[in-house]
């Protein structure tokens, strides 16, 4: 008997295999032969096989179940579920109870096969294993868990091998029900049915345990708020069957719309099919209902009906490079039960959603909902009844595998390590092998599709004319470089991007890089101010330009909308032929300002966002809107404003407009690159000057229609932030800066001012808050520039003031705080005498120089400021006060008071020793030296003290010196008890200049004393030589006497040195050498005289005989 035949007799037990093309099942030895390649990467021996077809084989895999775990899964008497991860373990759930163990040998070279049991923690509801996770940490032998209950209380194990050892910590999800954990780059991400997402991390810091953080989007005051949020700002998503969760993945950073590269994005994926994508601080929603609905269309899968009446059900998601793997289920229930399924391949780069292919796929039966393994050769569909190998062409065949015939079940089924396994309730871990070499190694393709087709982006509609325009025969009319690069990107939107790559390389060689920056940007504008093609009003003759922005639609909101799907293929087309890395600056205005052509780029699409706010709200009535649109097309008639640009509107155009055949709206909204003129004509309309509560209306609708718009537009700018500083915005009277500051100067300052209604004025003035919101943020990049700064100071002073000068405080402070107008913020904690708020402000913007600012403006008023700035903030900032006040010198006495009440006293005394002489009264010198030498005697000396003591007494005598002139000599300089301080030299110089005769020895001898204050000692010599030169010349000469003794006894030359001696003074010292007085200039023509000079030698004689001892006869 031969057994290896599939003829051959078998055992009762063995499996049954069944086939959906009717196929026998073959042999073990041939099934070896057709073994695909892929699965040779998986170092495992081949293990028993348990269900086989031609197709698929499926053997045991890894080391046999624990004996508990083959308990659990026979004699369980409630759902079972179970997981297999990456790490190499496997765990399953039933009850509270969680066991795991290692699938293979090397997963856990050290572990017994036995199972780890865990507890998981208690709850009403059914645990699963979707919320359990092991995983490795850094060095550890052993793996980690998190289980978490429906409820989201989380129980953290640091090691399997310690049931015992864990901690719990509450999410705290306001009854949100949970429904899986997954794992990220740098923690764990756990999700609700409701979409709410909760990043989970280990700390290892004192006891182990974990920190919940529940992610939310970015949001600021009044910011923010745009497609990005969505209904995330307002919470999770409503419990619903379209918003029930379907799945978490995790998928690689990619280039943002800025150039900055992203480090992991979270994917969540509601049953709608709607669709959440986190980047970094950015989150984005997309609606896919309507898109895939098409493709279902386009790819002639949809069921029969309306396409606005299909139902689509997302049913499981997987992630695929840079977007998503979504099975998908549709119908039409109203019109016929059948269901059809398919796989959708979702690219999520720059943050947009894209369908980029989609293929239908035969499910063997429909009973149960199947889930999706994505294998490179071809989809695996499976449930807990079937394993299904389908191909994503009409043209192969599927086989599938019924494991319910066995009385077996698929509890599971994951891709780890590359190698898909199956989870059977008999069998446990099962590996799957492929045998299909015929098939190419590649993603599924919407080309496989019957439509045959491709879908370039979720974006195509009907009514975009640029799909009728054969790119060839632009190619051929085209000379100029717009036109060129317009042929290149109707080949790319196409499909062929060889063709577009060769016109690209022909057209935009590397070296010519500002032709690509100029032709780009004149393409971008071009297609943003197309008239609509399929509107028979727009009827411009001559006009030979390929119009890729022109829309087929006759409604206004659907052309701006065309518009905008082709801005964005023009975007995408940049990206996918690597133009918009190349992009640099270009030059613009009369100014030759360089810019960034992205952001350039960015402007044209902020524009157009505001177009499609605008013609939303006229659309809903919006009031003043019209005389608006009016106005921007009376100009543009007279050639006014509204023809500003390089072109203004044809005259076919002003002909229909005159004739009442487009309205002014057409006019406006079809040129978007002008749509500021229409915010700037909205400023400029004059409220009623003779009914204030009239005029409050009309500046709360102009105020409420600018924030609705700019709010779009700032929405549409934030997600372009890019490398490159954003340009500062155009400045001149007839800029839209301007005159969003008029307006809003204007609704503040005169129409809530005047307003007599409460109500209506706090409306208007929470309205014009968000206006100035808008207007300063439209501002910032004025402060980045030297030579605007002071422009973006002065803006957002005249911005934040009126709110104050209303009573508007807390509102002004908020603004202050955001636009980091820190004067304005110290000014109003001061003037509130809120100094805690203060602090606060200080501690928050410490880096931001906020506490030098506060500084400044306390010690700039006088009295009650300047205390508070000395006793409250330089107390509770003491490092950074003390170096604010040493940095300048007018800041010396604050800094000295604020030693003297801080610090020890010693410690104050060199300063105010500093101060004494730079003191501007004598009375504040003498005052400032008698405090240093008070705190001196008031501490225990130390190394400086003696040498501050010495400064002080000295600076002291001095005083008394200047207080010591003679009265004559202080009227005739002016001197008081208010004059400064005078040095030393200057007060001799007093002395030597005088010609008063009122002068005698005794003053003389002060003026002698005064030059001990000189350090320098050879000018202290000369000045005691010009003292006395002084004296000698206070006498009169004209009479002396012949007789030298009565002369010594008259003159006060004689007097003054017997005067010195008298006194203890060292006349060696003090009296200069005899010839120098002789040879003195000032004494030249005294000393010519034989008989003075005589006189002079003899009392320098008498002198010399007096140091020596000699007594010499003066009588």
Partial sequence: MEFSSTGGMRSPFSPRVKSIAGRRPIGLASSKKNQNNFMQSVEQPAG?????????????????????????????????????????????????????????????????????????????????????????????????????????????????????????????????????????????????????????????????????????????????????????????????????????????????????????????????????????????????????????????????????????????????????????????????????YALAHVSLEGGGA???????????????????????????????????????????????????????????????????????????????????????????????????????SDMYEGNLSLYEIDPHEVSALSTDAVGKLKSAFLFHVRGDAAAAARALAELFPREHADALDRTALALAADMLDDAPAGDPRWKLRGASRVSLGSSCALHGAAQLRDKQRAFSLFLDFLRAHRLWRRLSTLTKGRSETRVSTQWELCALAARLAGARALQRLHRAGAPLLDAALHQVTANTDEGGEGSEGDEGEEPEVLEALRSGALSPADVVFRRVTRIERVLRALCALAPPAHDARAAAHHALSVVTTLTTVLGEMHACRAQWMSTAPRPAPPLGPRSTLSALAAAHSRAVSQCAHKCPDASLRAQLLEATGALADLLLTEAAPLAHSASTDHLYEKLRHDTIQPYIDEGQTERAAVLAEKFKDFDLLVELCVMRGDMERLYGYIDKYKEEGIAEKAFAWLWSRDGAARAQLLRGVCARHGARA?????????????????????????????????????????????????????????????????????????????????????????????????????????????????????????????????????????????LRLRIWCACLRRDDWSAAREDATDELHSKMFFRLVDLVHVMGGDLELLLPPLDDILTAPELAELVSDPRIQFIIKYGYECVEGMRNGDVVDAS
């Fill in 48 to 340: 028993d096989v348990i269900y086989k077809t031609p197709l698929i084989t499926i053997e045991t895999f890894g080391m046999p179940l624990p004996v508990m775990v083959t308990e659990t899964l026979t004699f369980a008497s409630g759902d079972v579920s179970v997981r297999m991860a990456p790490c190499g373990w496997c765990w399953v759930v039933a009850g509270r109870k969680v066991l795991a163990w290692p699938r293979e040998a090397a997963a856990a070279p050290s572990a017994p096969t036995a199972a780890r049991e865990l507890t998981l923690p208690q709850t009403d509801l059914a645990h699963k294993a979707d919320l359990v996770m092991l995983f490795y940490e850094e060095d550890a032998q052993m793996p980690s868990c998190i289980g978490v209950s429906p409820e989201g209380v989380v129980r953290y194990w640091s090691s399997v091998g310690t049931e015992g050892a864990y901690s719990d910590v509450s999410c705290e999800l306001a009854g949100q029900e949970c429904d899986r954990l997954t794992e990220a780059k740098d923690g764990l991400l756990l999700a609700t049915t409701t979409c709410t997402l909760v990043k989970i991390t280990t700390c290892k810091e004192g006891r182990p345990g974990v920190v919940c953080q529940t992610m939310r989007p970015p949001s600021g005051w009044l910011g923010g708020i745009g497609r990005r949020v969505s209904l995330l700002f307002f919470g999770s998503m409503p419990a619903h069957a379209d918003t029930k969760l379907v799945g978490v993945v995790v998928l690689p950073g990619w280039e943002s719309v800025e150039g900055t590269e992203n480090s992991e994005c979270v994917v969540l994926v509601a049953g709608g099919p709607l669709l959440q994508l986190w980047c970094g601080a950015e989150v984005h929603e997309h609606h896919l209902r309507r898109p895939l609905s098409e493709a279902f269309a386009r790819a002639h899968l949809a069921p029969q009906g309306d396409l606005n009446s299909l139902e689509i059900m997302a049913l499981d998601v997987h992630a695929h490079g840079r977007g998503v793997l979504l099975l998908l289920a549709a119908a039409n229930v109203a019109r016929s039960p059948d269901v059809r």
């Fill in 354 to 456: 894209r369908v980029v292919s989609l293929c239908a796929l035969r499910v063997p039966r429909d009973d149960e909902a199947p889930r999706c393994l994505p294998l490179p050769a071809r989809p695996l569909l499976y449930a807990p009844a079937y394993v299904a190998a389908v191909s994503p062409s009409a043209s192969d065949k599927s086989e599938y595998v019924d494991l319910a015939g066995e009385g077996d079940r698929v509890l599971g089924a994951a891709l780890c390590g590359g190698a898909p396994l199956l989870f059977s309730r008999k069998h446990g871990v099962l590996l799957l092998r492929l045998a299909d070499p015929a098939l190419p190694h590649r993603p599924p393709s919407i080309c496989d599709s019957p439509m045959g087709s491709p879908c370039p």
């Fill in 882 to 1022: 003390d170096a604010w006040l040493a940095a300048a010198p007018a800041r010396a006495q604050l800094r000295a008071l604020r030693r003297l009440c801080a610090e020890p006293a010693a410690r104050a005394a060199p300063l105010y020793a500093d101060l004494a002489p730079a003191a501007p009264t004598l009375e504040r010198a003498t005052t400032f030296a008698s405090i240093a030498k008070l705190c001196l005697l008031a501490s225990e000396p130390d190394a400086q003290s003696g040498d501050t003591m010495r400064r002080a007494e000295s600076t002291l005598a001095l005083a008394e010196q200047q207080r010591a002139l003679p009265r004559v000599l202080s009227l005739h300089h002016g001197l008081d008890e208010n004059s400064r301080l005078l040095d030393p030299e200057e007060l001799l110089q007093i002395y030597i200049d005088s010609e008063s005769k009122c002068l005698n020895e005794y003053d003389f001898k002060k003026a002698l004393d005064l030059t001990d204050f000189v350090q320098d000692m050879e000018r202290r010599d000369e």
